[in-house]
């Protein structure tokens, strides 16, 4: 793989601060390359549930021309909420990486475990922590500057 | 109100079933006037997460140009699954009413209990039953015929 997808995460989370977005960003691989990337925009376009996994998600089904992404995986700099915990299950994506932990609205590893729950019909392969001081960092200046404004 | 919105939300269920598409529809109101409505189109757009209530929450927010729906309620046909429900939480919808129970895949009253947990930063009033069986056989038959095929 030519460029790592958890660091152009990270950089994607890096755009959206700039933009005054909540800094997250998400990329889908397939064979080993990037074929989607999104950051949240949900003040751009007014709309809460454009998150970064929905809108790469949607990506990666419209670049693959299918609604099931199990041969893909999916990087994220935050722990994925219900929402995208939920799309990523109905979109049956095969693994999910985040680089860092949300207590308070985590679906995966923090307030609810959705990955390892046997009576829905998907449990995507998952694992936590790289880049994890990065993008805890990125999340923390973002709402420190918020906070002063 | 000069329609029943689940009354509404069982048509447009209904019009999913007749292009293929599992039969669950969904309309938003604003005081007392329907906004927004929609119904799945996951197979038309090749997109798992093109639920009923995702494609109604977005019109809702475009229509109100806004993305808290405070003041909304959202009616459905059946209970959502926690990928809408995680939706509903982050759109900070009003109130919720549902015709039937999704025993699979609910995230209400059936599998997880969203709307009440109060680590959440948002708890919708919900109730549902209402038009519970004619929702229910919508479903059933779609499901039935889907089998014979």
Redesign the interface.
């Known amino acids: 793989m030519s460029l790592d997808p958890m660091k152009r995460a990270l950089e994607l989370a890096e755009e959206a601060s700039l933009k005054n977005e909540v800094p997250v960003g998400a990329v889908i691989t397939h064979n080993g390359e990037i074929i989607a990337e999104a950051h949240n925009t949900?003040e751009a376009e007014?709309?809460?549930?454009r998150?970064a996994e929905?809108i790469v998600?949607?990506k990666a089904?419209?670049a693959l021309?299918?609604?099931?992404?199990n041969e893909c995986s999916l990087y994220v700099t935050l722990e994925p909420?219900?929402?995208?915990?939920?799309?990523i299950?109905?979109?049956?994506v095969g693994k999910v990486y985040f680089a860092t932990k949300d207590p308070?609205?985590g679906?995966v590893a923090s307030?609810?475990n959705?990955f390892d729950?046997e009576?829905?019909?998907h449990q995507p392969i998952w694992d936590c922590g790289q880049y994890q001081e990065e993008a805890s960092l990125l999340l923390k200046n973002f709402f420190k500057k918020k906070r002063q404004k």
């Open positions: 949900k007014i709309q809460a549930i998150h929905m998600i949607e089904s419209q021309g299918a609604w099931r992404l909420c219900l929402m995208c915990a939920g799309a299950i109905q979109s049956r308070k609205g679906a307030l609810y959705f729950d009576r829905l019909n």
